[in-house]
């Protein structure tokens, strides 16, 4: 305790504080450096390296012969490359679109109703079972589903037989009508439960006054979800429907396990087109550029979410305030 004499005669006490220095601001790099060096090892230099093979003449041996922009000229009208791009959009309505719109309604009834009225340890158990097949790995869900459609003693054609409906059996993997149908509801079937995990959490956090004036107003579940829980939660929306879609122009394990590209190319997306045109096809700077375009157009996906849920978080917090 330090005694000060003030004008007037009166004492005061003042409690000594300690002074800490402050800590310089260079020591919290050093926590970052780590993951900085991982990024710059496994992402950035991986990507230089990839573009600079995509300005090349170059079958994967001996000296590369640089090229310039004769790979992407190629690659422009490329009539296989663009119809690959076209199945990653019908990929983009299987893993991002679709599994979004069935995770909201799935993500409201168990949080909603059956959290109400059967608790929730039953919400937990099926919410897991919705989220299994994001744990296992592709490679495994593949094989199985593969199992599933075989044409020949597969489940879906024999319970087809089994209840009657023998004319509905078809080679699911094998019809150049069919493989990219079914390739996307395995995928619907994968997905689902990242986009019903994040909605639940989100709907966590919606205040349940909300909920309850509506629902003394005369307003139903299904008013109430599309004008009270939608709006609630749509930065997880956009998490979801971002996150989602960079995943559908990325997919590589599915299509390899389950087609690989097949029949006849009616599968072949720009992931898989770039590993056959880069290993089997000996193409490296074709497949370079095939993979450099790919990732611009994901970086350009990723920055738009970004952009669109840090907009959508403004505006709520404008509401809010």
């Given amino acids: 305790m330090t005694t000060t004499l003030e004008r007037g005669g009166r004492v005061t006490g003042k409690q000594d504080r300690a002074v800490h220095p402050r800590r310089p601001r260079d020591s919290y790099a050093l926590f970052l450096l780590p993951g900085a060096l991982a990024f710059l090892a496994v992402v950035v230099v991986p990507f230089l390296m990839n573009t600079g093979v995509s300005f090349t003449d170059w079958q ?18 490329d009539s ?13 309505v299987a893993m991002a679109v679709v ?19 059967f608790g929730t340890r039953i919400t937990a158990v099926l919410r897991a079972c919705f989220y299994l097949p994001q744990v296992l790995p592709i490679a495994v869900a593949g094989i199985v589903w593969s199992w599933i459609l075989a ?10 037989e089994a209840i009657g409906l023998g004319t509905w059996q078809q080679d699911w993997l094998g019809d150049p009508g069919l493989a990219l149908y079914s390739v996307m509801g395995v995928m619907v079937w994968v997905q689902i439960g990242f986009p019903l995990v994040v909605f639940m959490a989100g709907l966590q956090r919606v205040d349940p006054q909300l909920h309850e004036a509506a629902e003394l107003d005369g307003a139903g579940w299904w008013r109430r979800f599309l004008h009270i829980t939608l709006p ?4 997880e929306i956009y998490v979801v429907l971002t996150w989602c879609t960079i995943a559908a122009l990325k997919v590589f394990g599915a299509v390899y396990v389950l087609t690989k590209g097949g029949p006849g190319g009616a599968t072949n997306v720009p992931s898989y087109f770039s590993f056959t045109t880069f290993f089997e ?11 450099t375009v790919l990732t611009v157009i994901i970086l350009a996906l990723s920055l738009l979410g970004l952009k669109l849920q840090t907009r959508a978080e403004d505006a709520e917090e404008g509401a809010r305030t």
């Fill in 281 to 291: 096809k000996t193409q490296a700077g074709y497949g370079a550029a095939i993979s």
């Fill in 80 to 92: 296989e490359f663009w119809a690959s791009f076209r199945h990653s959009l019908f990929m983009v």
């Fill in 60 to 77: 994967g041996v001996g000296s590369p012969d640089w090229s310039g922009l004769a790979n992407y000229r190629e690659l422009m009208d």
């Fill in 99 to 117: 599994p979004t719109a069935i995770g909201l309604v799935l993500a409201a009834a168990l949080f909603d109703y059956v959290g109400r009225h």
């Fill in 232 to 235: 609630q939660i749509r930065p």
């Fill in 151 to 160: 044409p020949e003693n597969g489940t879906l054609n024999e319970v087809l």
